[in-house]
Every structure is written in C-alpha cells, then in structure tokens.
C-alpha cells in the first residue's frame, strides 16, 4: 500500500491505496462520523485480494491522519458538499472506474457522489447509510455524546484522531441534534442513482430503521439488492466481517 497527504481544494487529505492507474476497478471506501482508514481494518485487504479490485482509502478532513476542521460549524448540505470533493478526488487520482464501500455517513457520500458524478461510479456498497433524519437516529447521538462524557470513548479515539476527537465528536453531535438539520433529507438524489447497488444493514442498528433500505432501495433508478442481516447493530463489518465479506464479494463479481 502506497500513502500520502494529498491536497483537494486546499484540503490536507490522507490517502492510502494500493495499483490505482491499472484498468481494475477501484473500491473507494468511506467511513463514518466517528471512522478513520485505519478503523477499517483488515477488511479492504482481503476484499482486494478475492476480488482482484483495486483499493483507495482515505480520511476525511478532520479524521485520522488528515487536516483538521476550520469549525465546527457544518451547513446541512455537509455530505453532498463531502461527495463534491470525493469527486474531486477522483478526478485528481484519475480514477474513472470507482465502486464506493462507504458507511454510515461514508454511505450516504457514496450514494450521493453517484447520483451526482454516475459517469465515474460503477457500483456502490452502502452500509448502514442514511437518506433522512429518524428519531432514532437522533437517540442514538445522544447516547454516544453521554459515553463520550462519561466513559473513556474520548481516549480511545484519540489513538486514530489524535487532537482532533473534541472537534469532530462536536461537529457530529451538534450538526445531526441541531434544529435545522431535521429536515435533511436527500430521496430527491435517489433517481439519478442507475449503477447496481448493495445496501447492507444490521436489523437492530441503533442508527437507524429498515425504513432507510426500503426507502432507497425502491428510489434508485439502477438494480438493488438489500442484505439485512439479524440480531447485527450499525457496523456489520466489524460485527461479521465474514458474512460482510462473502456478500459484497458476490455483488461484485456481478457487476
């Protein structure tokens, strides 16, 4: 694997990937509001090698090895502006054949990077993403700020964020409990969305509700698959990577 700071729009962004300038494809994979490359794992390794797909990771700004955040003030439009600048990455990379593996908000950028830049996206895994806001969701913010403040969740993450944990647990936090976030809502995206699709998630997430799959799943204008998996929270490919694994190998080798 090959790593870097890259700049995108003036933006410091760590980047790690193994053959990118070949003709195969290029899994592109997105982490969540509190992810890093490094929280991934072993999983885009092994995914890489049963597949024969290239791999980019990189972390977002303000995550991991990447610059920090000017504020902690984020617009609601945050993720389409994140799938902005994903494509701009791309485009730097010269990458015009990505399959994006994003969760939870790394879902919703993926899905909102295709149906916005399709000429550059193959396919897309979205794990445990959101289409609009839920009360559950919003509960289950509430729950992660209260063991932020009472556990040692703000020393754990600082071994992957280092001085940034305070901003970017306050930037998600504030941002999704904020009144005008509510209403964030991107179904209106859904139909320009035409590669296949695979969306993955755990059947007691404490992020969201099923209604989030169906939802997407019957918007999309491309083929879709669901996979919802019993007894399994919001991050599945940490909970089973082994089924995680298996079912995204078998998408892939359709598409």
């Not at 920090?68 to 389409?80: C, D």
């Not at 919703?108 to 009360?135: D, M, N, Q, S, W």
């Not at 879709?224 to 082994?242: D, L, R, S, W």
């Amino acid at each position: 694997m090959e790593e870097r700071i890259i700049e995108v729009r003036g933006q410091k962004l760590y980047i790690t990937h193994n053959n990118i300038t070949g003709e195969k494809s290029v899994i592109v994979f997105l982490h969540d509001s509190l992810g890093c490359v490094q929280l991934w794992r072993d999983l885009p390794a092994k995914l890489s090698e049963i597949t024969g797909c290239s791999i980019l990771m990189y972390d977002r700004l303000g995550y991991g090895k990447s610059g920090p955040m000017p504020t902690h003030e984020r617009p609601v439009n945050y993720m389409e502006l994140e799938a902005d600048l994903l494509n701009d990455l791309l485009t730097e990379l010269n990458i015009n054949n990505a399959i994006l593996f994003g969760h939870s908000d790394g879902g919703t950028i993926a899905l909102i990077t295709a149906a916005k830049y399709p000429e550059r996206i193959k396919g897309i895994i979205c794990e445990a993403g959101h289409i609009f806001v839920e009360e559950v969701t919003l509960k289950g913010v509430y729950e992660a700020w209260n063991a932020y403040k009472t556990t040692n969740l703000a020393e754990r993450l600082a071994k992957y964020h280092g001085e940034k944990v305070e901003m970017l647990f306050r930037t998600w936090t504030e941002t999704w409990t904020r009144e005008d976030y509510r209403n964030w809502n991107i179904e209106y995206l859904l139909k320009d969305i035409h590669c296949p699709l695979l969306f993955i998630q755990g059947e007691t997430d404490e992020y969201g509700t099923l209604s989030q799959v169906e939802k997407t799943v019957s918007q999309v204008s491309g083929k879709a698959e669901k996979y919802i998996i019993p007894g399994i929270g919001h991050t599945p490919h940490k909970e089973v990577p082994e089924l995680v694994l298996t079912r995204v190998s078998e998408f892939l080798e359709k598409i």
